[in-house]
Every structure is written in C-alpha cells, then in structure tokens.
C-alpha cells in the first residue's frame, strides 16, 4: 500500500441510511477494503464512532472480531464448532495479505469457481460471493470442451505439456506474440458472463421483489 497503513473513511448515504465506507489510499487492489465496505454497507461491520480514518490494523481488528462473534452461533454444535473455529484460525494470517491483492485460480465454466484457497475462504466465511467473468461460451464447442471445469493452473498443465522445451521457453520469457484472441470471441465470453450473472441474480429475488423496489 505504499508504506500507507490508513484509509480515509467517508459516511455516505445508501438506500436511505447513514454508511461509512473506507477509502482507497493508493491506487491498486485491495480486497480488505472491498470486504470491509461490503460489510458496512450490509450494516454488518461497524467501524468505530466518529473516526475519520481507520488504521490497516484496526480494520483487520474489526473483521476479526465479526468473524469471532459469528463463530458464538456455532458454540455447542460440536464438529460444526470445531470446523469453524479452524477455518478462522486458517484466515488470520491471510487477512494481511489482502492489502495488496489476492491471488487465485478461476475456473472458466462458472463465475463462482475457484479454487479452495485460504483467501477464498476469507469471502466464504463472510458470506460474501467471489465473481469472475473469464468465462468460455458455451456456444463455442472445441473450446468449451478443453476448458471443462479445468482451472487456469490445470489449463496451463495441459498447455506446457504439449510445447517443446523452446516453446516454453519462449512463453516464460518473451511476448506472447503467437497468442491471441479475437475480439469477437471476447465479447461473447463477456456477454455469456453477464447472462449467468443476471440468471444467478434473479434466481434469488423473490417474485414481485424488484417491483416493489422501484
């Protein structure tokens, strides 16, 4: 984060209440901040009253301590318990590591699919749905086929396995100038994207939700 380890933190108006959002100090991602805010704005995670900036520490402090009282709705359920308590003891290291970015491997079959990993499992836990839109379209058979529900590390497995050593060498080093996609079959990978999420949307609101709404 540049050697920055505080964020502004603005009280902005959503759906007709009162929200503080943290703001980005450099440019960059930073998923700390997108969960955080998406936490806020779900009246989920209060930051401290009157603040007009927060520390990094005493961000990650307030997530702790929602995902510590979360885990009280588990006291007394035995396995259900003990599997919660591990997965949140997993994630504490990662929190810091979501100050700069976060690393994963999609899958290109479904936007939801990743694969597990303890970043994963930050949203997981916080009950906050990981999107992607690298999506193959399904209308185009050969490449939908290779792609499965392979992820990108798999896709590269199968990729270097059929190279020579110099073709390798070439893609490690060198510009991907034998590497392309036309811009037509990136739009429609973006646009089939853009249906799932719509589809996945309106499944879950009830009948007659967005009427009421507008």
């Given at each position: 984060?540049?050697g920055?380890s505080?964020?502004?933190?603005k009280r902005i108006e959503f759906f007709g209440r009162?929200v ?5 100090n450099?440019?960059g991602?930073c998923p700390?901040?997108a969960?955080a ?7 989920e ?5 009157g603040?007009?900036?927060?520390t990094?520490?005493?961000l990650i402090?307030?997530i ?6 979360r885990s009280?709705?588990?006291e007394?359920?035995?396995t259900h318990?003990?599997?919660?308590a ?7 290291p990662?929190l810091?590591k979501l100050t700069?970015?976060i690393?994963?491997?999609v ?7 990743f694969?597990?990993?303890p970043?994963v499992?930050?949203?997981?836990l ?5 999107v992607?839109g690298?999506?193959v379209?399904p ?12 992820s990108?590390?798999?896709l590269?497995?199968?990729?270097l396995a059929?190279?020579d050593?110099s073709?390798?060498e070439a893609l490690?080093?060198g510009?991907?100038r034998?590497?392309s996609?036309s ?11 853009l249906?799932?999420?719509q589809?996945?949307?309106m ?7 967005l009427?009421e709404s507008?």
């Amino acid at each position: 984060m540049g050697g920055s380890s505080s964020y502004a933190v603005k009280r902005i108006e959503f759906f007709g209440r009162q929200v503080k959002i943290c703001l980005q100090n450099n440019n960059g991602p930073c998923p700390l901040l997108a969960i955080a805010n998406v936490l806020s704005l779900r009246n989920e995670l209060k930051l401290p009253a009157g603040v007009r900036d927060i520390t990094q520490s005493d961000l990650i402090t307030c997530i702790v301590d929602l995902l510590l009282e979360r885990s009280k709705a588990f006291e007394g359920s035995g396995t259900h318990a003990a599997d919660y308590a591990r997965n949140v003891s997993d994630v504490f290291p990662v929190l810091q590591k979501l100050t700069t970015g976060i690393d994963v491997n999609v899958k290109f079959h479904n936007a939801h699919a990743f694969e597990p990993t303890p970043e994963v499992a930050v949203f997981d836990l916080l009950g906050i749905p990981l999107v992607h839109g690298w999506l193959v379209d399904p209308q185009d058979g050969p490449a939908a086929a290779v792609f499965g529900t392979r992820s990108y590390n798999e896709l590269m497995e199968v990729l270097l396995a059929g190279l020579d050593e110099s073709e390798v060498e070439a893609l490690s080093t060198g510009p991907l100038r034998n590497l392309s996609i036309s811009h037509g079959s990136f739009s429609q990978a973006h646009q089939h994207a853009l249906e799932q999420q719509q589809q996945q949307h309106m499944a879950t609101v009830a009948p007659g939700a967005l009427e009421e709404s507008i």
